[in-house]
């Protein structure tokens, strides 16, 4: 049986990088796209694009599709900002949106014609604790609940091809663009960790566990479905 081709976007660092080498653990043939290529290699194909740039993305995706017959695709590639409603700027929403809308719907339309010919594949979009709702964070959040949009429209669409969609909403996790946009001293840190149910950030590794999941055969009647990756952080939050 040849190897699953699996397309991530944002794939150079933090939860893409850690997916990356899961699913390549696990025999994927892996194609990473992202906008600047990783300082150490790369477990994969790796092809550099700025997802925000709506042209050059459908160029790449079309050379992509023509050489490679993909069975899943995981949409991690986001941006967040760190503003109230009063702070958000148009130009600013639509930034959010090409990269955590538009981008995602580009990456699966150019990946769905090989999927629909073999009659299955998986697609996972990651979206975030933050759709819940979170302060400072209108666009952000605005984003992620569209992606989760997505995610149950193409879950309606696609069963009938074969293919599941689901999304992974992690809480927080030891990344570079968490870090970015949650600065906290030693002592915010540690109150803020008290108040995980498992009292521990989460790391890259555990959100691939995750994706991995929904991308394996364990999850093939699985679709439609968010599952909230975030320590327990979400419990009471959520809706059932």
Known sequence: MNAPVTLITGANRGI???TAERLARDGHHVVGLARHAPDDGFPGEFVQV????????ERVLADLAA????????????????????QTS???LDRILALNMRAPMQCV???LPAMKRKGRGAIVNIASRALLGMARRTAY??????LLGFTRTWALELGPHGITVNAVAPGPVLTELYANNNPMDEET????????????MGRPEDIAGSIAF???DDARFVTGQVLYACGGLSVGAAPL
């Open 50 to 57: 700025d997802l925000l740039d709506a042209l050059q993305t």
């Open 141 to 146: 959040a605005g984003a992620k609940s569209g």
């Open 109 to 111: 339309q150019a990946c």
């Open 189 to 200: 840190a540690r109150r803020f960790v008290e108040r995980i149910p498992l009292r521990r």
């Open 90 to 92: 148009p130009q600013e």
């Open 67 to 86: 050489r490679h017959s993909f069975d899943h695709v995981v949409n991690n590639a986001g941006l967040t900002t760190s503003s109230t409603l009063e």
């Open 16 to 18: 893409g990088r850690a």
């Open 214 to 216: 929904f991308l394996s």
